[in-house]
């Protein structure tokens, strides 16, 4: 049986839920930059250092540097390289699972987002006391400037909140693109008046005025870091392979990709992106043996990589019953959640649904990686193919296969303890042959595995409810799991 959650409500609220790693980094983001305002007001109200509309100005400028910096796909590229390749396997098993974390690296995103909010309102104060009657359009047009860009960062802050975000999707992608891309003009604008401002106050030649802004130049590295992504914008050819009425393969063989990544696409880069995590296409067989075991995985041995749409809302559904011949890819491919089970061996592996695609990338490309595989969905067979049922076995003999149109939904919680409890007692010698069958008929067996011990940590691609329920489920009973955030 599963055992109980550990200790009461509210302790398991403040440390699984309200005391998760996103909120904690949030929370040090946030309220580091809440107690240096609150630090700098009392010093200016105590006749100290007073406060001037430069200093704020400089504050949610480096704000939003910071915010955007770690949203960059080559930053977070990096971050999963120095957490999560360079430590080994061997790495102790308290450090892996602390470095595991490293995906939760969006609460500096929004921490610092929403700081820059509170700096930009001290900011807007202070100018207006010293601006009470403007004595020139220049300092008019400041003022107006100021109240416009801090109604915007309130609406792209509304908008961001988590339930706002997740009734108001499309909603919340297009406030956060276009008010955020008019804040970034406003702030051009406030910028260079304010210069020309401090030029005219203290007769400084107005580039001068404008070199010494720290704003100036934090801001130059923010349009670029906007711009960037759009730069990489391209138009590629793509194969569409129908594996059902609910799921299509999209083909792509412009670059070779890594497990655990993910690429954007659109038919409409200005509107909406999507992610789709990607899956490399295998190693070209080279005995009559692989050849079989690759049946029906198509593009093997071929540059590129694949990903899985399945029917999950009116693009998805656009895109499996017209599937395109050309579509627009931005930026380049950014690891995600499922990069960190390479931490770990052996794993567990959770998906539901499509989310068996990002799983599929790690089979294909790690095919020595000790795993045990859990996947819930409706009519495996008839939605995604045998062929990737027999990936599925050829990494788990023992995979869990569940078809939820025959048994329901299952309560992947107690099947993943099941499985975590049972290989302890197998690397105890205390269970042979245990495990949980797996829901189809084939099975096939595995070559060159490494030796399965117990399980070290639990990884889970789902939808947003599922993920939250598993990872809380176990990690309130004692077991390390980890999946995604959806905070973008």
Not at 153 to 159: K, V
Not at 295 to 302: D, I
Not at 396 to 404: F, L, N, Y
Request: net charge positive.
């Amino acid at each position: 049986p599963v055992p109980t959650k550990k200790g009461n409500r509210p302790y398991r609220y403040l440390r699984w839920n309200f005391g998760s790693v996103y909120r904690r980094i949030f929370s040090l983001a946030f309220f580091g930059n809440i107690a240096t305002l609150v630090f700098v007001i009392i010093r200016s109200l105590v006749g100290g250092i007073q406060l001037t509309p430069q200093t704020c100005a400089t504050a949610v400028s480096a704000n939003i540097l910071a915010a955007l910096f770690i949203r960059n796909e080559h930053t977070v590229n990096a971050l999963f390289k120095l957490f999560v390749l360079f430590p080994s396997a061997k790495a102790p098993l308290r450090v892996r699972r602390t470095f595991a974390k490293i995906y939760s690296y969006g609460g500096i995103h929004s921490g610092c987002g929403v700081a820059s909010f509170f700096w930009f309102v001290a900011f807007l104060v202070v100018l207006t006391a010293q601006l009470k009657s403007p004595s020139n359009a220049v300092r008019a047009y400041i003022l107006l400037d100021s109240y416009l860009i801090c109604a915007l960062l309130a609406a792209i802050i509304g908008f961001a909140h988590p339930r706002a975000r997740v009734l108001l999707h499309n909603w919340f992608e297009g406030t956060h693109r276009f008010l955020g891309w008019s804040v970034i003009v406003f702030f051009w604008a406030l910028v260079l008046m304010l210069a020309a401002d401090d030029s005219t106050t203290t007769s400084t030649p107005y580039a001068v005025s404008l070199i010494l802004t720290p704003s100036f130049w934090m801001l130059i590295v923010i349009t670029l870091l906007v711009a960037y992504p759009w730069t990489r914008l391209r138009l590629r050819d793509v194969e569409a392979e129908a594996m059902s009425d609910h799921v299509v393969k999209l083909n792509f063989n412009y670059a070779d990709v890594h497990y655990g990544q993910a690429v954007r696409l659109t038919d409409a880069p200005l509107r909406e992106t999507h992610a789709f995590a990607v899956i490399p296409n295998s190693a070209a067989p080279s005995t009559d043996i692989e050849k079989a075991q690759t049946g029906g995985l198509s593009n093997a041995g071929k540059k590129g990589f694949s990903v899985l749409v399945s029917n999950a809302g009116d693009w998805t559904n656009k895109i499996i019953k017209n599937p395109p011949k050309k579509i627009w890819t931005r930026g380049v491919p950014q690891y995600g959640v499922l990069r960190v089970a390479g931490l770990f061996e052996p794993c567990i592996v959770i998906a539901t649904g499509s989310g068996i695609g990002p799983c599929l990338s790690l089979f294909v490309q790690k095919p020595d990686h000790p795993v045990r595989i859990i996947w819930s969905t409706q009519r495996p067979a008839e939605t995604y193919g045998q062929a990737v049922i027999d990936a599925l076995h050829r990494a788990d003999p023992d995979a869990v296969i569940i078809d939820t149109k025959k048994t329901g939904r299952p309560d992947l919680v107690a099947i993943t303890y099941r499985i975590w409890e049972s290989s302890r007692r197998q690397a105890l010698g205390l269970a042979h042959n245990e495990g949980v069958a797996a829901t189809t008929t084939t099975t096939t067996t595995t070559t060159n595995k490494k030796k399965m011990g117990p399980c070290e940590a639990v990884v889970i691609i789902s939808n947003q409810k599922v993920t939250r329920k598993v990872v809380y489920g176990l990690e309130s009973r004692g077991i390390p799991a980890y999946g995604a955030i959806f905070d973008s």
